[in-house]
Protein backbone atom coordinates (compact mmCIF):
# COMPACT_ATOMS: atom_id res chain seq x y z
CA UNK A 1 0.00 0.00 0.00
CA UNK A 2 1.36 3.65 -1.26
CA UNK A 3 1.13 6.05 1.61
CA UNK A 4 1.38 9.83 0.29
CA UNK A 5 2.40 12.81 2.23
CA UNK A 6 -1.05 14.84 2.62
CA UNK A 7 1.27 17.74 3.92
CA UNK A 8 3.59 17.85 0.71
CA UNK A 9 1.45 20.40 -1.53
CA UNK A 10 0.20 22.80 0.94
CA UNK A 11 0.42 26.34 0.20
CA UNK A 12 1.88 28.85 2.78
CA UNK A 13 -0.12 31.86 4.59
CA UNK A 14 2.24 33.93 2.78
CA UNK A 15 1.44 32.47 -0.81
CA UNK A 16 -2.10 32.26 -0.16
CA UNK A 17 -2.32 35.88 0.64
CA UNK A 18 -0.34 36.69 -3.18
CA UNK A 19 -2.73 34.96 -4.44
CA UNK A 20 -6.06 36.38 -2.82
CA UNK A 21 -4.23 39.59 -2.75
CA UNK A 22 -3.60 39.30 -6.69
CA UNK A 23 -7.01 38.54 -7.41
CA UNK A 24 -8.66 41.15 -5.19
CA UNK A 25 -6.79 43.66 -6.92
CA UNK A 26 -8.40 42.60 -10.08
CA UNK A 27 -5.75 39.86 -12.26
CA UNK A 28 -7.18 37.18 -14.13
CA UNK A 29 -6.42 33.85 -13.01
CA UNK A 30 -3.87 33.64 -15.43
CA UNK A 31 -2.17 36.71 -14.49
CA UNK A 32 -2.35 35.81 -11.16
CA UNK A 33 -0.45 32.57 -11.75
CA UNK A 34 2.13 34.52 -13.92
CA UNK A 35 2.69 37.24 -10.75
CA UNK A 36 2.92 34.58 -8.28
CA UNK A 37 3.66 31.27 -10.17
CA UNK A 38 1.36 29.38 -8.75
CA UNK A 39 -0.91 26.83 -10.98
CA UNK A 40 -4.60 27.46 -12.60
CA UNK A 41 -5.77 24.76 -10.61
CA UNK A 42 -4.39 25.96 -7.10
CA UNK A 43 -5.68 29.31 -7.73
CA UNK A 44 -8.96 28.20 -8.53
CA UNK A 45 -8.98 25.92 -5.52
CA UNK A 46 -8.20 28.37 -3.18
CA UNK A 47 -10.51 30.90 -5.00
CA UNK A 48 -13.32 28.34 -4.41
CA UNK A 49 -12.11 27.75 -0.73
CA UNK A 50 -11.94 31.30 0.29
CA UNK A 51 -15.66 32.00 -1.73
CA UNK A 52 -16.82 29.07 0.17
CA UNK A 53 -15.64 30.92 3.74
CA UNK A 54 -17.07 34.24 2.65
CA UNK A 55 -20.66 33.52 1.82
CA UNK A 56 -20.68 31.03 4.95
CA UNK A 57 -19.22 34.60 7.16
CA UNK A 58 -21.90 36.87 5.30
CA UNK A 59 -24.98 34.31 5.57
CA UNK A 60 -24.17 33.99 9.62
CA UNK A 61 -23.42 37.84 10.19
CA UNK A 62 -24.97 39.94 7.50
CA UNK A 63 -28.85 39.83 8.97
CA UNK A 64 -31.66 41.39 9.76
CA UNK A 65 -29.40 45.01 8.61
CA UNK A 66 -31.79 48.11 8.36
CA UNK A 67 -29.83 48.81 4.84
CA UNK A 68 -30.97 52.63 3.63
CA UNK A 69 -27.93 52.36 1.04
CA UNK A 70 -26.63 50.22 -1.10
CA UNK A 71 -23.32 50.96 -3.02
CA UNK A 72 -21.88 48.58 -5.56
CA UNK A 73 -19.13 50.28 -6.69
CA UNK A 74 -17.85 47.15 -8.80
CA UNK A 75 -20.56 45.87 -10.08
CA UNK A 76 -19.54 46.06 -13.50
CA UNK A 77 -16.68 44.22 -13.17
CA UNK A 78 -18.81 41.51 -11.85
CA UNK A 79 -21.10 40.89 -14.49
CA UNK A 80 -21.55 39.96 -17.88
CA UNK A 81 -21.14 43.60 -19.18
CA UNK A 82 -19.26 47.09 -18.76
CA UNK A 83 -21.58 49.48 -18.66
CA UNK A 84 -20.67 51.02 -22.30
CA UNK A 85 -22.27 47.73 -23.26
CA UNK A 86 -25.26 47.26 -21.89
CA UNK A 87 -28.38 48.70 -23.85
CA UNK A 88 -29.49 51.81 -23.02
CA UNK A 89 -33.37 50.47 -21.84
CA UNK A 90 -31.55 48.10 -19.31
CA UNK A 91 -29.05 50.82 -17.86
CA UNK A 92 -32.14 53.16 -17.49
CA UNK A 93 -33.99 50.14 -15.34
CA UNK A 94 -30.67 49.67 -13.10
CA UNK A 95 -30.38 53.68 -12.69
CA UNK A 96 -33.62 53.52 -10.77
CA UNK A 97 -33.40 51.03 -8.54
Known sequence: MVKYN????????DKKVKIISALVEGNS?????????????TVTRLLESVGKACSKYQN???????????????????????????????LIMLLHL
Open 60 to 90: EHLRNLDCKNIQCDEIWSFCYAKQKNVPEDN
Open 6 to 13: IDMNKLSI
Open 29 to 41: IRATCRITGAAKG
